[in-house]
């Protein structure tokens, strides 16, 4: 550190590009919302309240240098582990038990450890040679496989999944060998049966329905084809603001939550899709900019998983509108409604900042 | 891109190379990129798939999602008597209905409105039936004519049936009840059958909203004018099928209103005089073929067939006494006995075999030559000299058996058929049945035997193979009555299609203009039924009318069990043993208004029996004034 520097002279900046990216990205969540929650400012308000408390948070946690979020690290993750075999006991919410309630607030354990999977598995492969041998990567797998087992019996498999891939980008970033890569992938594709296997009854019938919505329209491949109806009916330009018939008449299911990207292409078209897209692909670029030019490994591989599973959000829920994929409970990240996602979203990007932030600040 | 570093130092000492780390880093980063440009890419082809290609298609079913063309039923036409007292009528009620799609167990469903209100034990079955005829989404009726209270007990529990609501219709509603019913028949709810029915006369969608359709009698006759056209709604609805606004709407054109020519105070004077009795009474006014009465006994009450008959209901009336079901007017056959007698003296005078001074001597008995059977007259002793009058006033058997031999079979099939026996009259009913009138051709077709002698002298005074019904008897009687002209009878009056300010007169075809040789012989014959009521011998002279009013009638006994015309009934005879009384009649004598056919089964004597019925709804007609 340069000691001679006033600290008001050279505070750690965020970066403007990024931060600008998610205020245009919120901005054009508000609108579709305002519009899928059918003019109801009330919802909009409230969403707009946690997106700027959110951002407040954003910038606090970019103040805090990289080295410091990297001591916490193994606590956080202890307390996240601790949080998710509380829920085994103590968890609450009508089908599953993921939530935890703390009398003041409930929330997701499982959502600290979308960050805390990462942060680990960076701070498990910083001080270690890289690309990892054969040992750093097989205590690599227990750290993202112990969270993603306690998860995935909640039961919540999309989270596990999503916590556990998060995981495997930091391993990718790290350098992992191609060879170890496909071979890993082939073994997954392998283990696809034995998956299926362990699914749960409702779980299986998201997959059939996904390969063959029509069997059931007006069951479970309701959500699948209503959506599918929306996403087409707006054509490339769209129907308009608040003229979508598919959401305005409560055609599609969950049209402010999950499938408000199915609202936005009813209602823009195309053009909306491809805008909102190149907004995601500019957010994800310049996390692995970032990435890239953060100065510890320990940076640099959560920073760009951090991106990473960022847009696997976006591709999985993409995917669940236009029915490329099995209908799983992923937000579309800051456009949905929801406080739990943004919270968790926004704080990786506090991260993301504060790497940025600390990028010249050597260590 | 290995380090070549000494393997065998313990991993926690070795060097980092941060320049070689950070260059591979850039490397997967660039990886990464490329991969998260590919997904994205295959996203958009998506998308762009979805909306581009896929559009017109998906922009069709989003329309269909949210517009609905719904048919809008068309009120039913209202029907009135004569005198315009209505007699079917359309009242406000409520259905509960079911948009099975929504409901996600129906059988629950049913079950649990089953305990906020009476459904039949096959509510589901019956539910499940009609359904078939319903598109996807559309309601389909549960129950129909929801008492108020069944209403109010649904609104409150509301919230628990999604997909189930209470609709406003108009009900069908028979406000004379059984009196009506062997006329009007009734609606019922549309079956496989009636729905096969429309869609092959092409009448399918215009019955989309239609609940009700007639089933038998005026109802079903005139189901088509009174059913009217169905319109259209072009309406959009969200997800829970609430209608949400009107975008299109074509209207209904509503049923056409029917005037009968019924009257309902003379149907209600022949119901009460036929009292207990099994029965029929068809009342036709000569001038212009107008169905006056048309009563049949016992009947039962259209109101229950409307919304749907319970078992129990429905076998109470098929076990009932009398078979209530059964159409006496269009369907019984009966024996007409000596109600024949006019027409075959008709004959005789008209085609020259007789005339007015001819007299036939009745000593009690009349025999064929060679045949050791007598045939007898109803008076032990006979009548004694009788000419046409006579033999028509006290109905004497041997003047018509001899008249009859004298005309032959031939010539009494032909005149008789000129009246309308033996074949359908045209009333605009369904189902009526044509009697038999019998030929030597029908014999020999039927039984492949020679016609006797014996059965023609029989045929002269109504037994044998004669069968009429008393929609027959009357139809002829009216023809008498009119001088010849025989009309199809009609119950259809006038019409008054929606938008028109007055019914229409609809008139009764006219079947046939009898020839008429003088018209003097039909006076001789309608002279000598005045005389059955006014003759100081006369068969019915017990009904004369002390006000003057001149009645010319003819009783007649039809046979029910083979019997010796001489054995007297008597009280002990049981009672489905009894003959059927009979009795035709026409008021006033020389200008008839009215013509009545009664027939009282098992009543016995005709006059007895009979002929008050018929001088009850003569009088209950002509105290109504004039014709309207």
Same mark, same amino acid.
């Given at each position: 550190?340069?000691k001679?520097?006033p600290v008001?002279?050279?505070?750690?900046?965020?970066d403007?590009?990024?931060?600008?990216?998610?205020?245009?990205?919120?901005?054009?969540?508000l609108?579709?919302?305002?519009?899928?929650?059918?003019?109801n400012?009330?919802?909009?308000?409230?969403?707009g309240v946690?997106?700027g408390?959110?951002?407040?948070?954003?910038?606090?946690i970019?103040?805090?240098?990289?080295?410091?979020?990297r001591?916490?690290?193994?606590?956080?993750?202890a307390?996240?582990?601790?949080l998710?075999?509380?829920?085994?006991f103590?968890g609450?919410?009508?089908?599953?038990?993921r939530?935890l309630d703390?009398g003041?607030?409930?929330?997701?354990?499982?959502?600290?450890m979308?960050?805390?999977?990462?942060?680990?598995?960076a701070?498990?492969?910083?001080p270690?040679?890289?690309?990892?041998?054969?040992?750093?990567?097989?205590v690599?797998?227990?750290? *993202? &496989?112990v969270? =993603? $087992?306690?998860i995935a019996?909640?039961?919540?498999?999309?989270?596990?999944?999503?916590? +556990?891939i !998060?995981g495997?980008?930091a391993?990718?970033?790290?350098?992992l060998r191609?060879?170890?890569?496909f071979?890993f992938?082939?073994?997954?594709?392998a283990?696809?049966?034995?998956?299926?296997?362990?699914?749960?009854?409702y779980?299986r019938?998201?997959?059939?329905?996904?390969?063959d919505?029509?069997?059931?329209p007006?069951?479970s491949?309701?959500?699948?084809?209503q959506?599918k109806?929306a996403?087409?009916s707006?054509?490339?330009?769209?129907?308009g603001?608040?003229?979508?018939t598919q959401s305005?008449?409560?055609?599609?299911?969950?049209?402010h939550?999950?499938?408000?990207?199915?609202?936005?292409?009813?209602e823009?078209?195309?053009?909306g899709? *491809? &805008?909102?897209f =190149? $907004?995601?692909?500019f957010i994800?670029?310049r996390?692995?900019?970032?990435?890239?030019? +953060?100065? !510890?490994?320990?940076?640099?591989?959560?920073?760009?998983?951090?991106?990473?599973?960022?847009?696997?959000y976006?591709?999985?829920?993409?995917?669940?509108v236009?029915g490329l994929?099995?209908?799983?409970?992923?937000p579309?990240p800051?456009i949905?409604?929801g406080?739990t996602?943004i919270?968790?979203?926004?704080?990786?990007?506090?991260?993301l900042?504060?790497?940025?932030?600390?990028?010249n600040?050597?260590? | 891109?290995?380090?070549?570093?000494?393997?065998k130092?313990?991993q926690?000492?070795?060097?980092k190379?941060?320049f070689?780390?950070?260059?591979q880093?850039r490397?997967?980063?660039?990886a990464?990129?490329l991969?998260?440009?590919a997904?994205?890419?295959?996203?958009?082809?998506?998308?762009?798939?979805?909306?581009?290609?896929?559009?017109d298609?998906?922009?069709?079913?989003?329309?269909?999602?949210r517009v609905?063309?719904?048919?809008v039923?068309?009120?039913r036409?209202?029907?009135?008597?004569?005198?315009?007292?209505?007699v079917a009528?359309?009242?406000?009620?409520?259905?509960?209905?079911i948009v099975?799609?929504?409901?996600?167990?129906?059988?629950?469903?049913?079950?649990a409105?089953?305990?906020?209100?009476?459904?039949?034990?096959?509510?589901?079955?019956?539910?499940?039936?009609?359904?078939?005829?319903?598109?996807?989404?559309?309601?389909?009726?549960?129950?129909?004519?929801?008492?108020?209270?069944?209403?109010?007990?649904f609104?409150?529990d509301?919230?628990?049936?999604?997909?189930?609501e209470?609709?406003?219709?108009?009900s069908?509603?028979?406000?004379?009840?059984?009196?009506?019913?062997?006329?009007?028949?009734?609606?019922?709810?549309l079956d496989?059958?009636?729905?096969?029915?429309?869609?092959?006369a092409g009448?399918?969608?215009?019955?989309?909203?239609?609940?009700?359709?007639?089933?038998?009698g005026?109802?079903?006759?005139?189901?088509?004018r009174?059913?009217?056209?169905?319109?259209?709604?072009?309406?959009?609805?969200?997800?829970?099928?609430?209608r949400?606004?009107?975008?299109?709407?074509?209207?209904?054109?509503?049923?056409?209103?029917?005037?009968?020519?019924?009257?309902?105070?003379?149907?209600?004077a022949?119901?009460?005089?036929?009292?207990?009795r099994?029965?029929?009474?068809?009342?036709?006014?000569?001038?212009?073929?107008s169905?006056?009465?048309?009563?049949?006994?016992?009947?039962?009450?259209?109101?229950?067939?409307?919304?749907?008959?319970?078992?129990?209901?429905?076998?109470?009336?098929l076990?009932?006494p009398?078979?209530?079901?059964?159409?006496?007017?269009?369907?019984?056959?009966y024996?007409?006995?000596?109600?024949?007698?006019?027409?075959?003296?008709?004959a005789?005078?008209?085609?020259g075999v007789?005339?007015?001074q001819h007299?036939?001597?009745?000593?009690?008995?009349f025999?064929?030559?060679n045949v050791?059977?007598?045939?007898?007259?109803w008076?032990?002793?006979?009548h004694?000299?009788?000419?046409?009058?006579?033999a028509l006033?006290?109905?004497?058997?041997?003047?018509?058996?001899?008249?009859?031999l004298?005309?032959?079979?031939?010539?009494?099939?032909?005149?008789?058929?000129?009246?309308g026996?033996?074949?359908r009259?045209?009333?605009?009913?369904r189902g009526?049945?044509?009697?038999?009138?019998?030929?030597?051709?029908?014999?020999r077709?039927?039984?492949?035997?020679?016609?006797y002698?014996?059965?023609t002298?029989?045929?002269?005074?109504?037994?044998g193979?004669?069968?009429?019904?008393?929609?027959?008897?009357a139809?002829?009687?009216?023809?008498?009555a009119?001088?010849?002209?025989?009309r199809?009878?009609?119950?259809?009056?006038?019409s008054?299609r929606?938008?028109?300010?007055?019914?229409?007169?609809?008139?009764?075809?006219?079947?046939l203009?009898?020839?008429?040789?003088?018209?003097?012989?039909?006076?001789?014959?309608?002279?000598?039924?005045?005389?059955?009521v006014?003759?100081a011998?006369g068969?019915?002279?017990?009904?004369?009318?002390?006000?003057?009013?001149?009645?010319?009638?003819?009783?007649?006994?039809a046979?029910?069990a083979a019997?010796?015309?001489d054995?007297?009934?008597?009280?002990d005879?049981?009672?489905?043993?009894r003959?059927?009384?009979?009795f035709?009649?026409?008021?006033?004598?020389?200008?008839?208004?009215?013509a009545?056919?009664?027939?009282?089964?098992?009543g016995g004597?005709?006059?007895?029996e009979?002929a008050?019925?018929?001088?009850?709804?003569?009088?209950?007609?002509?105290?109504?004034g004039?014709?309207?």
């Open positions: 550190m340069k001679l520097v008001w002279a050279k505070w750690p900046r965020p403007p590009w990024l931060l600008a990216a998610l205020v245009l990205l919120m901005a054009m969540g609108v579709v919302l305002y519009s899928a929650s059918g003019g400012t009330d919802v909009v308000a409230r969403q946690r997106l408390v959110g951002l407040l948070g954003l910038l606090v970019s103040q805090v240098p990289p080295h410091i979020l001591i916490w690290t193994p606590w956080l993750f307390i996240g582990i601790a998710l075999l509380a829920t085994w103590f609450t919410g009508r089908a599953t038990s939530w703390l003041v607030f409930r929330f997701q354990p499982s959502e600290v979308k960050l805390a999977v990462p942060m680990m598995m701070w498990y492969l910083h270690r040679r890289l690309p990892p041998d054969f040992g750093v990567v097989l690599c797998l227990v750290i *993202l &496989a969270p =993603a $087992v306690l019996r909640q039961p919540d498999l999309g989270t596990a999944l999503l916590v +556990a !998060s495997v980008f391993l990718f970033l790290s350098g191609w060879r170890v890569i071979g992938a082939g073994a997954a594709v283990a696809a049966p034995a998956l299926w296997m362990v699914m749960k009854d779980q019938q998201r997959v059939l329905t996904f390969l919505p029509e069997s059931d007006l069951g491949g309701w959500n699948i084809i959506s109806i996403v087409g707006g054509g490339v330009f769209g129907k603001w608040l003229n979508g305005r008449l409560e055609f599609i299911p969950e049209r939550t999950d499938f408000i990207l199915a609202v936005l292409s009813e823009f078209g195309l053009v899709v *491809l &805008a909102l =190149a $907004v995601y692909l994800v670029g996390c692995l900019y970032i990435a890239t030019m +953060a100065n !510890s490994t320990y940076a640099r591989l959560l920073a760009g998983s951090l991106g990473l599973t960022f847009f696997v976006v591709l999985v829920n993409a995917g669940m236009s994929l099995p209908v799983v409970g992923v579309l800051l949905s409604y406080g996602s919270v968790t979203l926004l704080a990786g990007f506090g991260i900042m504060s790497m940025h932030a600390h990028r600040f050597l260590r | 891109m290995n380090l070549r570093l000494p393997k130092k313990p926690r000492r070795f060097l190379d941060h070689q780390e950070a260059q880093f490397l997967r980063a660039l990464a990129f991969l998260v440009a997904a994205l890419l295959v996203l958009v082809a998506r998308f762009l798939y979805l909306q581009v290609v896929e559009h298609e998906l922009a069709t079913r989003s329309v269909n999602n609905h063309v719904m048919p039923a068309p009120n036409g209202l029907v009135y008597d004569r005198r315009g007292r209505l009528e359309n009242r406000p009620a409520y259905r509960l209905q099975p799609e929504k409901v996600d167990d129906l059988e629950a469903t049913i079950e409105i089953g305990q906020i209100m009476e459904l039949p034990e096959d509510a589901l079955e019956r539910f499940q039936e009609s359904r078939r005829r319903y598109r996807d989404f559309d309601s389909v009726p549960l129950k129909f004519n929801l008492e108020e209270s069944e209403v109010a007990r609104a409150v509301r919230h628990r049936f999604d997909g189930v209470v609709v406003s219709y108009l069908r509603h028979y406000p004379h009840g059984e009196l009506l019913t062997h006329v009007l028949g009734y609606v019922g709810r496989m059958d009636d729905l096969d029915r429309l869609e092959k009448e399918g969608g215009n019955y989309r909203g239609t609940t009700h359709i007639g089933k038998v005026i109802e079903r006759f005139y189901e088509a009174l059913h009217g056209s169905s319109g259209l709604e072009k309406v959009e609805t969200n997800v829970q099928g609430r949400l606004k009107v975008l299109e709407r074509s209207d209904p054109v509503h049923g056409t209103d029917l005037v009968l020519s019924l009257d309902v105070a003379v149907q209600r022949a119901w009460d005089a036929l009292g207990d099994p029965g029929a009474v068809v009342a036709i006014d000569p001038n212009d073929g169905v006056i009465a048309m009563v049949s006994k016992p009947a039962y009450d259209p109101n229950l067939f409307v919304h749907g008959i319970s078992a129990a209901d429905y076998q109470a009336i076990n009932a009398g078979r209530p079901l059964f159409n006496r007017c269009l369907l019984g056959g024996e007409p006995g000596s109600t024949i007698k006019p027409y075959l003296g008709l005789g005078l008209e085609m007789i005339d007015e007299e036939v001597f009745s000593t009690g008995f025999r064929l030559p050791s059977r007598p045939y007898r007259d008076k032990r002793g006979g004694g000299k009788v000419n046409i009058y006579g006033e006290q109905s004497v058997n041997t003047y018509f058996y001899q008249l009859a004298d005309l032959g079979i031939d010539r009494m099939h032909d005149y008789l058929a000129l009246f026996f033996g074949s009259t045209g009333l605009d009913l009526e049945s044509p009697g038999l009138l019998p030929s030597r051709e029908w014999k077709g039927r039984f492949g035997t020679p016609w002698p014996g059965e002298v029989i045929a002269g005074i109504g037994q193979f004669n069968v009429v019904t008393p929609l027959q008897l139809s002829a009687a009216a023809t008498l009119n001088g010849g002209v025989r199809e009878p009609r119950l259809l009056y006038a008054k929606p938008g028109d300010p007055h019914a229409v007169r609809e008139e009764a075809p006219v079947v203009q009898l020839p008429v040789d003088d018209p003097a012989n039909w006076d001789i014959v309608r002279e000598g039924m005045r005389l059955v006014h003759g011998r068969t019915a002279r017990a009904i004369a009318p002390e006000s003057g009013l001149q009645i010319a009638g003819k009783s007649g006994t046979q029910v019997q010796e015309l054995e007297d009934m008597d009280e005879t049981a009672q489905h043993l003959h059927h009384a009979l035709v009649a026409f008021a006033p004598a020389d200008e008839p208004t009215i009545v056919a009664t027939v009282v089964e098992h004597g005709g006059s007895v009979a008050p019925v018929s001088r009850a709804v003569i009088e209950a007609w002509l105290a109504q004039a014709r309207p």
